[in-house]
């Protein structure tokens, strides 16, 4: 019989940063989602800057393994080539949230798809299975841990609560567009 423990929160350490942070443990679909077209055009020719480059070696300088050796190996530079393209591009994205790199068109993104969760009064950052303790863990796991995915590919799948921002701003712009609502309703009648 497992005793439910309450809610260790344990605050981000905010990074002195010329852009606004959005989240310091941004959700790997929010990561993918808020991408720019531009990080894909630049996964995309980093990604194939692997197949091509053993491409041109060959040509250069014959290995003469035939069919039989080139293909596999092809198969293997493409697959680097596409897992190092999916690097820049989530890493490229996680340092907007950061607040590392401009990022004026997230920070919209970011108010306009929370305020509208509170406004249909849904969870901000999304509903869990998991318990508030192992939320908790999760997210002390997996904060800031896109710095080092270099090293050691670590990703935050866990819908939780602490992301490191202030959340009362959201709720604060659902209430005075409402009252904007409101308002331009009752002078229509």
């Not at 070696?57 to 198969?75: D, F, I, L, N």
């Not at 919209?108 to 929370?114: P, V």
Request: hydrophobic share 35%; with cysteine.
């Amino acid at each position: 019989m497992a005793k439910e423990l309450g809610t260790i929160v344990v605050p981000p350490k905010q990074a002195n940063t010329d852009y606004p942070l959005i989240d310091s443990d941004p959700h790997i679909r929010r990561v993918f989602g808020y991408a720019r077209p531009s990080d894909y055009a630049i996964a995309g020719g980093l990604g194939a800057a692997s197949p091509l480059a053993f491409w041109m070696m060959e040509r250069v300088s014959p290995s003469h393994v035939g069919k039989g050796g080139y293909a596999p190996v092809m198969r293997l530079a493409t697959a680097i080539g596409l897992l190092g393209g999916l690097h820049i591009l989530y890493q490229r994205s996680c340092n907007r949230f950061y607040g590392f790199t401009e990022n004026s068109r997230e920070v919209d993104m970011d108010m306009r798809e929370m305020v509208d969760k509170v406004k249909k009064g849904e969870p901000l950052y999304g509903t869990s299975q998991m318990s508030s303790y192992l939320q908790g863990v999760a997210a002390r796991n997996s904060r800031y841990s896109q710095l080092f995915i270099h090293v050691l590919p670590w990703f935050n799948p866990v819908n939780h609560d602490q992301h490191g921002v202030d959340t009362a701003k959201y709720y604060q712009q659902a209430e005075r567009e409402l009252e904007g609502e409101r308002l331009g309703k009752a002078s229509t009648l």
